[in-house]
């Protein structure tokens, strides 16, 4: 028989519940979940893995997960596997291990191709059987009784204590499985099984229909025992083994796997399918071929935490846990994973905007009823259904879908609003649609559309988020704060709410109180004359708000960094002094390492229609699908974290420990290492783990990176210490105690008390003796030793003053241009990194956002014929004067760089929109109005060119191109202005139909080209 074929018949019995687990209360996977719907982790060769395949998996009372590979046995901490091979362990027989069996002793019974191992916590044993020959191994067992069983390719197997026997009266036929069902012991070979009752051995053959099954396992569901074999489920009816059929699957198929956990599902392997059977029915069918697939399953287990692992003979290892939220994305049918809007209907069905189109999820399937290229813009950004409609609201402009028709309208009304961005659409109670806009507040009403001023504002566009009160009084969110509609007025700024500050998210209380959420991080909480502002020093998660929901006493936060969730009643308390910190909770990260918190995708866009709570349950848009949030549902793992000290480096040399093992080192081992595992394993990138040195020192000090799981010391004293460890796990539930390790090392002759005693009383003597010589010595020295150290200093500090000047003088001499004096690209790409760091922190906090900092880029030529012949030699001569002229028009503080031979670089530090324009045209005249000296004393007349762009490049992306990119574009518009004769500028912007990683791909494109795709617009004048 092949390898392959060993491993597939090893490791399809069921692996049994852990004993050392006993009754303890777990969570196992929620059964009206998809399986695509579990928080999945998948592990293989690059993280660590000894080979692609495992084929059997078990966990024992030290918490760790131990992996049966091709190339050994892996012990897996969560973090960091520890393989375990015959070229490092020699007890193991052979490389390929086929089943792994803990017995009632804790012990790990290690089944190989060439024989059995066993290991006991301290060390690995080889067992061997009595007649010394090499044996297949491929399960075990153990009965009532303790006494444990091997099934090999040699017939069953007893171990006697020492080694591997077989009694007379024992199966001989090779066999491939064992099982204790509890008042009997069952094997599965080819064709056959053997049943013992009563210490007899009773040969059972299977069916002439089934006789050349392999029976590969046993495992007890619904109250009956079922086999696994390579034609299907078996089952013992009547005292004979047939087919057991499950309707929806091949029941002829090879099982590879089947395990039932402790909600009572029944999984089951086979080599294209992996299937969920409940109550006797096949509930849920994932094909290989499925994106979300783990391949080829070949073993299962259930941890201590209920978190399920799958073994693959292709993927490697997974780990799958329950999570609190649903995902709705590719597997239900969604076309474009990238959701920027939801809504829900009268009638339940849950409208979906996407960067590609509009579609509608009902019966758990998604419908796409329009495509990206037919509508405005392609993404369907905020959205308002109603019976006979649904609005859409894009980044260009407003459509509606006809229900009714199932067809996308354009209104005349709407052609107001081209290019114009929709943030968000309201339909209040006297029937007017109000619109959020990049261009205002807009009302539609009897077929009239009109912008809403806003009093008392020179400037008002870029409206996010409409509200309207119970109250009946409107209020906008915008990125100047928030408006309330007054009546033939207009809109009114609130005094005192968010004044100046983006505002993402409004939200009404039950008891009238407005909750704010502002791009900033910060809520906003109050009505008007009495706001209060909360921000991250007060508690908060940092995530500027995008959706706001509120529930029994609860506020939820929904943001681009997750949601959280704020206790009502603690914000009243803190509001009274009665609490300091408010205790707002995490329940969904991006990045997976708030300690609580489920990682995933986590929401899009600012608006109306970011989401919507039904029945206390959130729907929210995501880069990832749409998210459905349960509250009830979120289960904190109970579990507090087991922790072993595993490994120490001593002299170099990595060497495992055992579970209370204590190092003797002698004196010359003062560098270690120790590595410790932190065995929870629903989110391991969420521990926080904490270490101490007794002996070295009492304080408790915070692994800065919890996934390395490594503590080093270096040049440690002689003495007795003790390394504890403690932990969280990922709900930040800490250990119950700390896992310790006490090690010695060695005092050196000089560290011993003795030796410091004897020199402590011979240093008294030296003191003493030498008191008097010295003291008449020193007064002699005192004033020859003051006179040097006065010269002394002083020539220092001259050396020290030439050494400072010089290197002045270097560096600057490293960063100017020799011929003009300017400095050049070195300044440059020194000093503007921290200019832009600064500015991008404005941006967002002082009312920067008309301001951008100006790369002009900008080009100086002989105009005058006359001189053609010797305009090379003047070039040097004109460009010093230009400069001259071009820092008399700009400020100080402005940069001014030498780009090329003939190209100069000026860097506008933050300038008003309206001046960059202004600032361009006044050089150019400066410059063309002048008369030149070039060399020979000849008068020349110059022209110039001048390319410019403003950054950030793009307003709401204020990162997605850096500065070199933007100088890049500039460039681009020198060349449009040259090409268009000179003597003028060009200014580049990009328009609202380009997105930045796209602009980015085409910057190699002229400025030409990008403005024929409409990708730019190019602004020239002199």
Known sequence: MSIWIRIVVVVIGLAPMPQWLGGATVQALTPDKAFHQYVKDVWSIEEGLAQITVAALAQGPDGYIWAATQAGVARFDGVRFTTFNPGNTPALPGMLVQALFFDRQQRLWIGTYKGVALFDGAGFQRIERKSGETIDVFGFAEDHVGQLFVASDAGLLRFDGEQLVRRSDDPQASLRSVFNDGQRLLAGGYGEVYEQRAGQWQRQPLSESLSSALVTGFFRYDGRVLATSTRGLLTLEQGKWSRFELSGMNNDRVIEAAYVDRDDNLWLATVANFYRVRDGRIVEVVSDRAPFAHKNVLAMLEDHEGNLW????????????????????????????????????????????????????????????????????????????????????????????????????????????????????????????????????????????????????????????????????????????????????????????????????????????????????????????????????????????????????????????????????????????????LPARMVLNERGDVPGAQKGYCCNGAGNAKGFMHRGEMWLPTRGGVVHLVPDRIERNPHPPEIRIDRARVAGRWQNLSPGQTLQLDARQRDLAFQFAVLSFQDPVSILAEFRLLGYSNQWQRLDQPMQRQIVYTNLPGGDYRLQVRASNNAGVWSDGAAELGFRIEPLLWETRAFQFGLLLALLLLIWLGFNWRLGKLQRQRQRLEQTVTERTEALRQANDSLRDYSRRLETASMTDADTGLFNRRYLSAQLPSDLSHFHRQLSSDGAEDRSIVFMMLTVDQADANNASSQAAACEDTLRQCVALIREQVRNADYLVRWSENTLLLVLRPTPARESTRIASRLLTAIRTSELIAARGMASTPTASLGLVEYPVFRDHPAALDWEQAVMLAGKALDHARRQGGDRWCRLRPTSLIEPATLIDRLGEAADVLQSARQVTLETGS
């Open 310 to 581: 799958l073994g693959s003979r292709w993927d490697g290892l997974a780990r799958l846990w329950n999570g609190w939220v649903f995902r709705y994305d590719r597997p239900e049918g969604l076309h474009s994973s990238l959701v920027w809007s939801v809504a829900r209907d009268d009638q339940g069905n849950i409208w979906t905007g996407t960067m590609d189109g509009l579609a509608v999820f009902r019966n758990g399937r998604f419908e796409q009823l329009t495509r990206g290229r037919d509508q405005p813009h392609p993404h369907a950004y905020t959205l308002l259904p109603e019976p006979e409609r649904v609005w859409v609201g894009t980044r260009t402009g407003l459509f509606v879908w006809n229900r009714l028709e199932r067809r996308m309208e354009q209104w005349p009304e709407f052609a107001a609003l081209a290019g114009s961005q929709i943030n968000g659409i309201l339909h209040r109670r006297d029937g007017s649609y109000w619109l959020a806009t990049t261009s205002g507040v807009w009302r539609l009403h009897d077929g009239t559309l009109e912008a809403v001023p806003a009093i008392d504002e020179e400037r008002w566009n870029d409206a996010r988020v409409l509200l309207e009160g119970r109250d009946g009084v409107l209020y906008v969110g915008s990125r100047r704060g928030v408006y309330r509609h007054v009546s033939d007025e207009g809109l009114r700024r609130v005094p005192g709410a968010a004044e100046g500050q983006d505002v993402t998210a409004l939200l009404e209380l039950e008891d009238g109180r407005l909750v704010i959420g502002t791009m900033d991080e910060r809520l906003w909480i109050g009505r008007p004359g009495d706001w209060q502002e909360f921000g991250t020093e007060h508690g908060l998660p940092v995530n500027s708000a995008f959706a706001l929901f509120a529930d029994r006493g609860t506020l939820w936060v929904a943001g681009i960094r997750g949601i959280y969730e704020l206790s009502l009643d603690a914000v009243d308390q803190w509001l009274d002094g009665s609490i300091g910190h």
